[in-house]
């Protein structure tokens, strides 16, 4: 370069020389650079010559500080995802990979979880289904260690809303007392046998569980093998335990438990409820005299209904709420709304079936029986 204005003419028509050798650069491009005159707040010459902002992504910006400092080069991002990490623009607040800044990946070890970014630090999202629980991710629904909430720990190591036999084979968790047997021929819970007399059994699920509701169903089966009409079975929930046995004849094995139940009654006692020998009953299992159970209802004679010692299998069903028990036999409708007096809600029961056969003098009765089993509550609970 010589100083001429020819020489410098790539300096601009707006350049004007004041001496030899001398440009001044315009207000809007004010600074020499090369022979050129340009603005250092322009992406090409950001803050000083020859330092170029680049286009990775978005637009190059060159940006002014407030204070009058000298410009630099900022992200081109939208507002939405401010912050350019190798070429791409996101929110440093919320991406997973670029937590807080960038090339900070957020992970975890955590079952059941996924690593997350919030507010810049990585931290953990339980999955669908998945509650988190002192830093676990569990599911409420089946956790044992955190049955329905995250300090319930079940002792006997289930959880869930179904509790289930349906008696093809010996079940577990189920105590046989008095004359019960599993029976193969059944296959199904035997409670009483058939040509007997003066005998009672139970089969009780091992564990007490909290009961405000429940649905339950199962089929059971009245007079197989022969027999004398005499005495029944019955559904209970009592909180003597799995070894609890109740009386024979009338008390149908649930008399003298403390307690409700639902009856299915083949013989007329004559009192205390009975008033027909083909009837569906519910009952508190404390004795109201004469070995018999303490009535809150009974049906009318079922027969032409429902003959319940027609040997034949039959499906029943009890459902509780709200205090109150409906039952129906072979989607017959029995029993309903039956308010169970002295039932307290969050109570634990043994849920289980009973059988008798009275009888003596060489009078023999009917065989008992239950299978399909399950009742069904209505939020997760140690099982």
Not at 245 to 259: C, F, H, I, P, V
């Amino acid at each position: 370069m010589d100083g001429t204005l020819a020489s410098i003419e790539a300096s601009g028509d707006d350049a004007r020389p004041l001496e030899a050798g001398e440009v001044v650069c315009p207000s809007a491009t004010p600074t020499l650079c090369s022979g050129v005159c340009v603005d250092l707040t322009a992406p090409s010459n950001c803050g000083s010559c020859g330092h170029a902002c680049t286009a990775e992504a978005g637009t190059p910006v060159c940006a002014q500080p407030p204070d009058g400092a000298a410009a630099s080069c900022v992200s081109g991002c939208p507002p939405s995802t401010p912050s350019l990490c190798a070429g791409t623009c996101v929110d440093t607040t919320s991406d997973v990979n670029n937590c807080g800044m960038c090339s900070n990946p957020c992970s975890t070890s955590v079952a059941n979880a996924t690593a997350t970014c919030v507010a810049g630090a990585c931290t953990i999202k339980c999955n669908s289904s998945y509650t988190s629980c002192n830093g676990a991710c569990v599911d409420l629904a089946s956790d044992a260690n955190h049955c329905g909430g995250c300090t319930t720990v079940c002792s006997g190591g289930l959880c869930g809303t179904t509790l289930s036999a349906d008696m093809s084979a010996r079940p577990q968790n189920w105590t046989f007392n008095g004359v019960a047997v599993w029976d193969s021929t059944g296959p199904s819970a035997r409670l009483t046998q058939a040509n007997t007399e003066q005998v009672s059994g139970t089969a009780v699920y091992n564990h007490a569980i909290v009961t405000d509701a429940f649905d339950a169903s199962f089929q059971f089966r009245i007079g197989a093998n022969g027999g004398g009409a005499f005495d029944g079975m019955g559904f209970m929930i009592e909180t003597n335990g799995p070894t609890a046995l109740g009386s024979n004849a009338g008390g149908l094995g649930m008399e003298g438990l403390t307690g409700f139940g639902v009856e299915l009654d083949i013989y007329n006692n004559g009192q205390c409820g009975d008033s027909n020998s083909d009837h569906v009953g519910v009952d508190r299992l404390n004795d109201c005299g004469n070995g018999l159970l303490t009535s809150l209802f009974a049906s009318p004679a079922l027969t032409g209904t429902v003959n319940l010692d027609d040997a034949q299998w039959h499906t029943a069903t009890v459902d509780l709420a709200a205090g109150a028990i409906s039952v129906t036999v072979d989607a017959h409708a029995v029993a309903t709304g039956v308010a169970l007096t002295g039932f307290v809600s969050g109570t634990s029961y043994y849920y289980g079936f009973a059988g008798a056969i009275g009888g003596g003098g060489g009078s023999l009765g009917a065989q008992t029986e239950v299978k399909g089993v399950t009742v069904t509550f209505p939020s997760p609970r140690c099982l």
